[in-house]
T-cell receptor, first 115, second 113 residues
Framework: GAGVSQTPSNKVTEKGKYVELRCDPI?????LYWYRQSLGQGPEFLIY????????DSGLPNDRFFAVRPEGSVSTLKIQRTERGDSAVYLC?????????????FGPGTRLLVL | AQSVTQLDSQVPVFEEAPVELRCNYS??????LFWYVQYPNQGLQLLLK??????LVKGINGFEAEFNKSQTSFHLRKPSVHISDTAEYFC???????????FGAGTTVTVRA
């Protein structure tokens, strides 16, 4: 079956602009996660959704970052007033129910470059 | 939160030679651990995971890892590598009821003929 998909695959924007990154999880997966991977580092947790609600947004770096999942499937990560430091690969993952130790399936990521 | 450290940033290895990638974690309480592989321009793919039980975990593509509680380690091994094993490898962990993963910085494996 289809895996996790993310669009766009690459996004170039200017400092101060607004961007939206989209994630389509595996069909039937109720849990969805966003991570951010900076150059030379491992992914860092941003936010976790269980269904439509954000169960844990403790990893969001500041209030410029926001994510939604209105129908419990597709999720959008929104970044306002982008800064050069936001440049990174944004990864989305999904899992069946969101339990501890459950396998998270990752998408290919969106590479964001803020000029 | 679980903290994970990968001890080698780069590991060059010749084809058909064995390889070991080292990973240490910070807590021994209700820990669970993963190894993921990232091929160029692809997403992270699960190689194997440890939740409980047998400390020797076998994964895909001939990889295995051993959970060592006394040394707080979860090293990944493969007895004979192929050119196609060239990739970046990430160790990740979580603790207790925590669903979010903490990742190491990654180890780049380059297999040469």
């Amino acid at each position: 079956g289809a895996g996790v998909s993310q669009t766009p695959s690459n996004k170039v924007t200017e400092k101060g602009k607004y961007v939206e990154l989209r994630c389509d999880p595996i069909s039937g997966h109720t849990a969805l996660y966003w991570y951010r991977q900076s150059l030379g580092q491992g992914p860092e947790f941003l936010i976790y959704f269980q269904g439509t609600g954000a169960a844990d947004d403790s990893g969001l770096p500041n209030d410029r970052f926001f994510a939604v999942r209105p129908e419990g499937s597709v999720s959008t990560l929104k970044i306002q007033r982008t800064e050069r430091g936001d440049s990174a690969v944004y990864l989305c993952a999904s899992s069946l129910v969101g339990g501890a130790g459950e396998t998270q399936y990752f998408g290919p990521g969106t590479r964001l470059l803020v000029l | 939160a679980q903290s994970v450290t990968q001890l080698d940033s780069q590991v060059p290895v010749f084809e058909e030679a064995p390889v070991e990638l080292r990973c240490n974690y910070s807590s021994s309480v209700s820990v669970y651990l993963f190894w993921y592989v990232q091929y160029p321009n692809q997403g992270l793919q699960l190689l194997l995971k440890y939740l409980s039980g047998s400390t020797l975990v076998k994964g895909i593509n001939g990889f295995e890892a051993e959970f060592n509680k006394s040394q707080t380690s979860f090293h990944l091994r493969k007895p004979s590598v192929h050119i196609s094993d060239t990739a970046e490898y990430f160790c990740a962990g979580g603790r207790g009821h925590d669903y979010k993963l903490s990742f190491g910085a990654g180890t780049t494996v380059t297999v040469r003929a």
